[in-house]
């Protein structure tokens, strides 16, 4: 009983690092939860390198994504009653459905 609780003890801690590396690494950068998990585990729990690598792979996936095209989105127009300004606004959107 008592190895056991030990060993309860021991892997119940390395997994509360865990948790708040990944915390301290989301609030750091604003990453998502498996992209830090992923980060960490390439980084061997270390936050420097952890956050160097989700900067790489943050601009990888920014490429990635300017190349595709955005079909869908609205075009609004406000004027103010004055007539004398007004605003034109277009929001383009991308789905992952």
Do not use: Y
Request: aromatic fraction near 8%.
């Amino acid at each position: 009983i008592f190895f056991r609780s030990i060993f309860v003890l021991f892997f119940r801690n390395c997994t509360m690092a865990t948790k708040q590396l990944i915390t301290a690494l989301r609030n750091s950068t604003g990453a998502g939860l498996m992209h830090c998990k992923k980060a960490l585990e390439h980084s061997n729990g270390d936050l420097k390198k952890a956050a160097e690598w989700l900067g790489e792979q943050g601009q990888l996936m920014a490429a990635k994504k300017a190349s595709r095209a955005t079909v869908h989105g609205a075009i609004c127009v406000a004027i103010k009653p004055c007539k004398t300004s007004g605003i034109l606004m277009e929001a383009n959107v991308e789905t992952d459905f």
